[in-house]
């Protein structure tokens, strides 16, 4: 016999919701996606999320002996750079780079215990370490660079190579004199002699033009140039003044006597002679005079990459002192290195040469004038069709209080800076990521995730007033330890929820094609970064360990993660009231839903309070795996004014779970218009209703 006053319902999972009740949420509002995805196949299904795959632990001839908690990684292409606790240095990180395609570490030369930065702490609020690619060299921001000469960090993989360079040595002094080419020459690169007058491994601090005048009598005719006084004349350098041709080079050197240059004077005189070319300043002094010393200058390659740690090189013969002070984090446009410089603005590298600054810091800076610190910066990426994933615009934030936008160049002289007119930022540095589409680049604000659109606006947060999940992170116990990563699918944060009991650290994805979020998962990150269409990540709990995260099912995916075997939790938020001011009924409802005959599907009804109602089991047989509807055969009636459901199980790939269908039987009468919460259905069919302070009252039907 048909269910009188009945109303059929489908519910459609379609992502998580804050909200505490459906009724003003949209239709498919989840309270719980634990370690579900969304079925690339059918809309509204969704199915368990492959487990996490180990792909090294640091042991092995090139890791890092005693390795702790990985605190900075970038993955270029296949090779990534990071930097991790070690024996080698106690207390102090050291950089790895490790092959994700062939799961091989890479030795990395020039590691010292004065070049590599103090780990920093592994909980509550922190500077993440940032690391960034800028033409043939990784950059490292770190706070546990010491400053001075020593403000952060790069591995060198330019594969820059500069042979036979002659150049005067002086023992005791760390300055190669002459007139070489230093175009290419960046602090860190090494340096040696074919004498052996430069101690083994040094290398170069900075580089410099270098000019001096002096009073010298020429002779017409003659190439010797005379004077009492011809320190810091060097050979290969050019000479100019009276009577000196044009293009007149420095031959060789007679000390306090002389100078021959390459052509004959014009002129018999005592005139001021200009002698310009070029030095380099060394880690270490000569420990001997050599004239015209072959000197080669070499980087570090993919292969072979070069660890150093130092300054910019910026004019120091002129008494500048590099970079204000240690920054917080860098980013590219145009070729530069821009530094977000705390409260000493944005300087910005030489286009090509991350570590190099030819103008002084007062020209390559950029100055807020705000009194607040640039904590983070990140690019903002073209959208157009034939330029898109170029660099347009930078984003610099100062906290959580504002942002600026960075736009065009010092070379082609627009270079500009303005706030955005939204006042909001980030406390979180590792949630700024770029991402696909038409979206922008990503941050999570105080109030939750925002976008930065490709158009310079910023969006309002993505799921605010129930509309998908913000709580988590505008209860965050750490913002600064909020983590995130994006590729062309999905963007995957970590976050300690300080709303839930423990505070525990889960991991929330946001689905950038469908809009919608899933989660928590149970494997959340400390740090992750996209590898081609997946993941690799380093798990908050196991130190030491990269671990392959795919956001898909694929042929190679396993659902048994870290030794555990997976399982999932889909639960609803408060399904929608009736509307009718009356209690439901229900005995009617199926699932849309596939396993194998290994898989017991738990399905749960709970109360408003999260109590079971009740809770029926689907077990499919060997012949019946298909997505098909499966009929839930509560035990009794199930009575309430607004419920949830709870569905969950084990892993594997077989598993889908789609469509809930329900029949609800409207009754006669509204909780709420009576004032209380208990009722029970006695075994006549009547009602009894208990206030826990009178004896039950009998309602009759009718």
């Known amino acids: 016999m048909a269910i009188r006053n009945s109303v059929p319902i489908r519910w459609t999972p379609r992502g998580l919701s804050d909200a505490g009740d459906g009724t003003n949420s949209f239709q498919g509002a989840e309270k719980t996606l634990q370690n579900v995805i969304p079925d690339p196949s059918t809309a509204g299904a969704w199915v368990p999320r492959p487990a996490s795959i180990q792909k090294t632990n640091f042991t092995g001839t090139n890791a890092p002996a005693g390795a702790g908690v990985i605190s900075g990684r970038l993955i270029v292409g296949d090779t990534e750079y990071g930097m991790v606790p070690s024996n080698l240095n106690p207390g102090k990180d050291e950089p790895y780079v490790y092959d994700l395609s062939a799961d091989t570490f890479t030795a990395v030369s020039g590691i010292t215990g004065g070049n590599v930065p103090t780990s920093p702490p592994t909980s509550g609020d922190w500077v993440p370490p940032i690391l960034c690619q800028i033409a043939g060299r990784v950059i490292v921001t770190h706070p546990g660079f010491p400053g001075a000469a020593v403000k952060f960090g790069w591995f060198d993989v330019s594969g820059f190579s500069q042979l036979s360079t002659l150049g005067d040595l002086r023992n005791g002094r760390s300055t190669i004199f002459g007139n070489f080419p230093i175009i290419g020459v960046q602090p860190g690169m090494t340096i040696v002699d074919g004498g052996g007058a430069i101690p083994a491994g040094t290398t170069v601090l900075y580089t410099s033009p270098y000019i001096t005048v002096l009073n010298f009598t020429t002779t017409s005719g003659s190439p010797v140039l005379t004077s009492a006084v011809t320190n810091n004349v060097f050979v290969g350098m050019d000479a100019a003044g009276a009577g000196i041709p044009a293009g007149a080079t420095v031959l060789s050197v007679v000390d306090s006597v002389s100078v021959t240059i390459s052509a004959n004077a014009t002129a018999s005189a005592t005139v001021p002679v200009t002698f310009t070319g070029t030095q380099i300043e060394m880690s270490a002094n000569a420990t001997a005079d050599d004239d015209s010393a072959s000197i080669t200058i070499a980087g570090g390659t993919l292969t072979a990459p070069l660890w150093g740690a130092g300054d910019v090189d910026n004019q120091r013969e002129l008494g500048n002192v590099g970079l204000a002070s240690v920054p917080l984090g860098v980013a590219q446009m145009n070729g530069r290195a821009y530094f977000a410089d705390g409260l000493d603005g944005i300087p910005f590298s030489d286009s090509g040469f991350p570590c190099r600054m030819s103008n002084t810091l007062a020209v390559q800076v950029l100055t807020t004038n705000d009194g607040l610190s640039v904590t983070a910066i990140a690019p903002l990426l073209l959208g157009a069709p034939i330029t898109g994933g170029v660099v347009q615009a930078l984003i610099a934030f100062e906290g959580e209080a504002k942002m600026q936008q960075i736009t065009g160049d010092q070379a082609t002289g627009n270079l500009s800076m303005n706030v955005l007119p939204v006042a909001t930022g980030t406390l979180a540095p590792l949630s700024i990521v770029p991402c696909g589409g038409q979206l922008g680049t990503a941050f999570i604000s105080p109030l939750?995730?925002?976008?930065?659109?490709?158009?310079?606006?910023?969006?309002?947060?993505?799921?605010?007033?129930?509309?998908?999940?913000?709580?988590?992170?505008?209860?965050?116990?750490?913002?600064?330890?909020?983590?995130?990563?994006?590729?062309?699918?999905?963007?995957?944060?970590?976050?300690?929820?300080?709303?839930?009991?423990?505070?525990?650290?889960?991991?929330?994805?946001?689905?950038?094609?469908?809009?919608?979020?899933?989660?928590?998962?149970?494997?959340?990150?400390?740090?992750?970064?996209?590898?081609?269409?997946?993941?690799?990540?380093?798990?908050?709990?196991?130190?030491?360990?990269?671990?392959?995260?795919?956001?898909?099912?694929?042929?190679?995916?396993?659902?048994?993660?870290?030794?555990?075997?997976?399982?999932?939790?889909?639960?609803?938020?408060?399904?929608?009231?009736?509307?009718?001011?009356?209690?439901?009924?229900?005995?009617?409802?199926?699932?849309?839903?596939?396993?194998?005959?290994?898989?017991?599907?738990?399905?749960?009804?709970?109360?408003?309070?999260?109590?079971?109602?009740?809770?029926?089991?689907?077990?499919?047989?060997?012949?019946?795996?298909?997505?098909?509807?499966?009929?839930?055969?509560?035990?009794?009636?199930?009575?309430?004014?607004?419920?949830?459901?709870?569905?969950?199980?084990?892993?594997?790939?077989?598993?889908?779970?789609?469509?809930?269908?329900?029949?609800?039987?409207?009754?006669?009468?509204?909780?709420?218009?009576?004032?209380?919460?208990?009722?029970?259905?006695?075994?006549?069919?009547?009602?009894?209703?208990?206030?826990?302070?009178?004896?039950?009252?009998?309602?009759?039907?009718?």
């Not at 709580?471 to 999905?490: D, E, L």
């Not at 380093?538 to 392959?548: E, K």
Request: glycine fraction near 8%.
């Open 448 to 702: 939750g995730l925002r976008f930065v659109r490709l158009d310079g606006t910023v969006s309002d947060p993505v799921g605010a007033d129930g509309q998908g999940k913000t709580q988590p992170f505008q209860f965050a116990v750490a913002p600064s330890q909020i983590c995130a990563a994006a590729n062309a699918a999905v963007y995957r944060v970590t976050v300690q929820n300080g709303m839930v009991e423990g505070a525990p650290y889960e991991e929330y994805w946001y689905d950038l094609t469908r809009r919608m979020w899933n989660g928590p998962h149970t494997f959340p990150s400390r740090l992750i970064q996209p590898w081609r269409s997946t993941f690799v990540l380093a798990p908050i709990g196991i130190p030491a360990s990269l671990w392959r995260g795919d956001s898909y099912a694929s042929s190679i995916s396993i659902y048994i993660e870290n030794g555990n075997q997976l399982s999932w939790i889909m639960e609803t938020v408060l399904l929608p009231d009736n509307a009718q001011m009356a209690m439901n009924a229900m005995v009617e409802a199926t699932l849309d839903c596939a396993a194998t005959s290994d898989d017991q599907l738990v399905i749960s009804a709970l109360d408003e309070n999260g109590a079971v109602l009740d809770t029926v089991a689907i077990v499919t047989s060997a012949t019946n795996q298909s997505l098909r509807q499966r009929s839930l055969d509560w035990t009794e009636p199930v009575i309430f004014k607004q419920m949830s459901i709870r569905v969950s199980g084990p892993s594997d790939d077989t598993v889908r779970i789609g469509n809930h269908y329900m029949r609800y039987e409207i009754l006669g009468y509204n909780l709420d218009d009576i004032g209380d919460d208990n009722f029970l259905l006695a075994e006549d069919g009547v009602t009894i209703l208990s206030d826990n302070t009178v004896p039950p009252i009998l309602l009759t039907p009718g």
